[in-house]
């Protein structure tokens, strides 16, 4: 860890293996032994507060206990001191809108979720800083067990979940293999008690037609049914959506959020009104998700803050000739690019103009890569027109805000400690976010995308920059 620790600590992992009564007098203070004091850094604590230098935090059993200017830190006895001169600290970042083991590598299939392959997810989040996800809709009744591993303290991201999506029999939505359809009000209404018995903390639904390829989708005595029965249940709703009418349709029958920007026109004064007087969302604007399908080969291929986290087949697999032409030659392809446009005005004006946003970006689905996607994701809010501070504040308090992520979000005491410790600072450059210098769930440090090198020998990645 590379610590100072303030008591006779530094020698105990030796003496342990040697005599365990060395290290017993530690245990017999009543001082936590996992108790951290991490000081002289800057803190951007996730609320929106500008950040403030000279900053020290305590955390114990995983929680913060304590935050506030150095001059007023007391130092638990037996706590371990960590000085972090130069770093800023902020709130682990939480990604609003992924899906979970739907691919190997670039190859997707419903095959692939299983435990192992989401925790496996899971780790690559945390290792890119994304300390909590919230998974829209396409996971099997296997996510409720690791949902609940959120209520301790992971080594990985801690997962808010919908279970599965409600998609209207025929029309756009989920993922092949997955029951979730329904073609009536009442069994739309079942899949939502079913799906809120089982533990979902929100309920998802699908209105998109993947540009009137599908000759359907799904109709307002539908979405108006699943909204009810949600609310009914306790829980929010959050839409795919793509097109406006079907954006203006939802706000007027009650929709909580939108898990996607609206593509197909801009966004108006009436709109805005609307989706303001029902207090909707525009929870994920998924920017990083229409900016990848502009491309035939993706631009960061050659960027290591994105390449240690696949192994080298699927880089290949990525670089391909052969994958270029096949993306250059769909014949939606012409059309992602003005879509990207689209999203990233209709979302810079709803921020404007003061509607609730968090950050979201759909990864998980093939080549849509889970943690350096909330990166990029965060940057292409700041294009849109929000702030470094303000795209920080969305992707961590708002994001917890609306979730009803009570323990995250913030650095404040009683949350668990999920954070991220950076070299430089974000609010300055918002791709200073990719300079992680350490990364903590629950009290805890887990590898960062620094220290991961997918697929090859630890040191065949190169060093940090
Ligand atoms: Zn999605």
């Known amino acids: 860890m590379g610590a100072a620790r303030s008591a006779g600590w530094a020698s105990c992992g030796l003496a342990v293996l040697l005599a365990t009564a060395a290290c017993a007098p530690s245990a017999d203070k009543a001082t936590p032994s996992d108790t951290l004091v991490l000081r002289d850094f800057t803190l951007i604590d996730g609320t929106g507060r500008a950040p403030v230098a000279g900053q020290a935090l305590i955390m114990a059993g995983g929680r913060i206990k304590w935050v506030g200017p ?10 371990t001191v960590q ?3 130069g770093k800023f600290i902020m709130p682990g970042l939480i990604d609003s809108h992924v899906h979970l083991g739907l691919v190997n590598g670039i190859t997707q299939d419903l095959k692939y979720q299983t435990t192992e392959n989401i925790e496996q997810q899971l780790k690559t989040y945390a290792a890119y800083g994304v300390t909590t996800v919230q998974t829209l809709g396409t ?3 296997l996510i409720f067990p690791i949902q609940k591993l959120r209520d301790g303290r992971p080594q990985m991201a801690r997962v808010y979940t919908v279970g599965r999506g409600v998609v209207y029999k025929g029309s756009y939505g989920g ?8 073609a009536t009000p009442e069994e739309a209404r079942a899949m939502v008690d079913a799906q809120a018995a089982k533990g979902a903390d929100l309920i998802k639904l699908w209105v998109d037609d993947e540009f009137g390829q599908l000759p359907l989708r799904m109709p307002p ?15 929010k709703t959050v839409a795919h959506i793509f097109y406006y009418d079907n954006a203006a349709e939802l706000a007027r029958e009650g929709i909580d959020a939108f898990a996607h920007s609206v593509r197909d026109k801009p966004v108006d004064d009436a709109l805005i009104a609307q989706m303001k007087a029902g207090g909707v969302w525009q929870m994920a604007a998924t920017l990083s998700r229409e900016a990848s399908f502009t491309y035939k080969t993706l631009p960061f291929l050659d960027d290591p803050f994105f390449s240690r986290a696949v192994t080298p ?6 670089a391909s000739p052969e994958r270029a032409a096949k993306l250059g030659a769909a014949p939606n392809f012409p059309k992602y690019g003005p879509t990207l446009q689209m999203a990233l005005a209709n979302f810079g004006r709803e921020a404007k103009a003061g509607i609730r946003y968090g950050m979201g970006t759909d990864s ?42 009570k323990d995250v979000g913030t650095i404040a005491p009683g949350k668990w400690a999920d954070l991220l410790v950076l070299d430089r600072d974000p609010t300055a450059d918002i791709r200073n976010t990719r300079a992680i210098d350490a990364v903590y769930v629950g009290g805890n440090k887990v590898p960062t995308i620094w220290q991961t090198c997918t697929g090859r020998p630890a040191n065949a990645c190169g060093p940090r920059p």
């Open 70 to 79: 150095v001059a007023q830190l007391k130092v638990p006895e037996g706590a």
């Open 221 to 235: 005595p539908i979405s108006t049914a699943i909204i009810d029965e949600a609310h009914k249940d306790g829980k």
């Open 83 to 85: 000085p972090l001169d």
């Open 175 to 182: 993922v092949p293999g997955l029951e979730q359809s329904v």
């Open 313 to 318: 087949a699927v880089l290949t697999e990525l």
């Open 139 to 141: 996971e099997q009744d």
């Open 364 to 405: 998980g689905p093939s080549a849509r890569f889970p943690g350096y996607f909330a990166h990029w994701e965060l940057e292409l809010m700041v294009q849109a027109g929000v702030t470094p501070l303000q795209a920080l504040t969305a992707a961590t308090s708002a994001n917890a805000e609306f979730m009803g992520a």
